[in-house]
Nanobody, 127 residues
Framework: QVQLVESGGGLVQAGGSLRLSCAAS????????MGWFRQAPGKEREFVAA????????GYADSVKGRFTISRDNAKNTVYLQMNSLKPEDTAVYYC????????????????????WGQGTQVTVSS
C-alpha cells in the first residue's frame, strides 16, 4: 500500500474555497483508486468523493455534489479535492484514502474498502 500525506486544510469563511492535496508515496500510484472522507466531532467518518485509478470515473456524496471536485495527477502521485461554496457543516477533519483498484473505472465508497489512510487535515468553515 501507499503512504498518504494530506495538506491544504485551514480556516475559511462560508462561501469560500479550499483545495486539499494528498501526496502518495511509491511508484504504483496509478494502480490505486483514491477517496476523500471526512469526520466531524462526534460523528462517524463519511464518504466525500472518490476517483478511479485513471481519473475517468468519479463519485460524490450528495451533500457535496456540485460544490466539490476530485481530481488526480498520476505523474505527480497526487489527488486533489477542490472545495467551493463551503458551508459551516463542511467543517471536519478530511482524510484521503487509497485502495488497489479492481479495474480501470472502479472506486469504492465504503471506508472499510480502503486499505491506506492519511493522517488527516482540518477544515474549518466559519459562518
Amino acid at each position: 500500500q501507499v503512504q498518504l500525506v494530506e495538506s491544504g486544510g485551514g480556516l475559511v469563511q462560508a462561501g469560500g474555497s479550499l483545495r486539499l492535496s494528498c501526496a502518495a508515496s511509491g511508484r504504483t500510484f496509478s494502480m490505486y483508486a483514491m477517496g476523500w472522507f471526512r469526520q466531524a466531532p462526534g460523528k462517524e467518518r463519511e464518504f466525500v468523493a472518490a476517483i478511479s485509478r485513471s481519473g475517468g470515473n468519479t463519485g460524490y456524496a450528495d451533500s457535496v455534489k456540485g460544490r466539490f471536485t476530485i481530481s488526480r495527477d498520476n505523474a505527480k502521485n497526487t489527488v486533489y479535492l477542490q472545495m467551493n461554496s463551503l458551508k459551516p457543516e463542511d467543517t471536519a477533519v478530511y482524510y484521503c484514502a487509497s485502495q488497489r483498484a479492481l479495474g480501470n473505472g472502479w472506486y469504492p465508497t465504503d471506508p472499510l474498502n480502503f486499505g491506506s489512510w492519511g493522517q488527516g487535515t482540518q477544515v474549518t468553515v466559519s459562518s
